[in-house]
């Protein structure tokens, strides 16, 4: 597509439960990128995937957290038995190569909004 | 450590004055260099990224930076400000395995 498309764009839910997010990456990236951004913690990195693999995954926060990709494409965050302190914005990015940062910036979704009551 | 850091978590000018939004980055962070802008209930926008050699980057919507590599900064500009202008502002550098290191924004306030 044209850019970077992240859903749900909000998302209620009960604590415990579990969420999947989903970003789908502009065609032909190959490098996609999972942020969370919070109040008061800024924007951290959760998890890089290059294809689909993973080759940094220092950033999830816990084992409640996991992401998949497929097909070099769409990738999936989902956070199991959620928590209120799980309550975020969800920031999914995508660029050319593994060092689009470096060359390229990236280019970002706009985000799911995650609200855990 | 990388890191990078917004001096300000909060500026506010009046319209038509100059905007300056500061960021330093630890020597550490290779010379990859970006401000990005977030408009409410948006995701986040490329203003300018450094490019190697270069010490004034020129962005969109009238935005500049200077890159000082002897003060470590990338300090963003603006001789003009619009009301369109507010936003949060975020300056970021790349690490060498590509990923971005964000300071922790500025939001920018401009008043009528």
């Known amino acids: 597509g044209a850019g970077v498309s992240q859903s749900p764009s909000n998302k209620v839910t009960e604590k415990g439960k579990d969420v999947e997010l989903r970003c789908d990456p502009i065609?032909?990236?190959?490098?996609l990128y999972w942020y969370r951004q919070s109040l008061g913690q800024g924007l951290e990195f959760l998890i890089y995937?290059?294809?689909?693999?993973?080759?940094?995954k220092s950033g999830l926060p816990s084992d409640r957290f996991s992401a998949e990709r497929t097909g070099g494409s769409v990738s999936t965050l989902t956070i199991q038995r959620t928590q209120q302190e799980d309550s975020a914005v969800y920031l999914c990015?995508?660029?050319?190569?593994?060092?689009?940062?470096?060359?390229?910036?990236?280019?970002f979704g706009s985000g799911t909004r995650l609200t855990v009551v | 450590a990388q890191s990078v850091t917004q001096l300000g978590s909060h500026v506010s000018v009046s319209e038509g004055a100059l905007v300056l939004l500061r960021c330093n980055y630890s020597s550490s962070v290779p010379p990859y260099l970006f401000w990005y802008v977030q408009y409410p209930n948006q995701g986040l926008q490329l203003l300018l990224k450094y490019t190697t050699g270069a010490t004034l980057v020129k962005g969109i919507n009238g935005f500049e930076a200077e890159f000082k590599k002897s003060e470590t900064s990338f300090h963003l500009t603006k001789p003009s400000a619009h009301m369109s202008d507010a936003a949060e502002y975020f300056c970021a550098g790349g690490d060498p395995g590509g990923r971005l290191i964000f300071g922790q924004g500025t939001e920018l306030s401009v008043k009528p």
């Open positions: 995937f290059q294809g689909n693999s993973a080759p940094d």
């Open positions: 065609s032909g990236h190959t490098a």
């Open positions: 990015a995508s660029t050319l190569g593994g060092q689009g940062a470096s060359n390229y910036g990236y280019t």
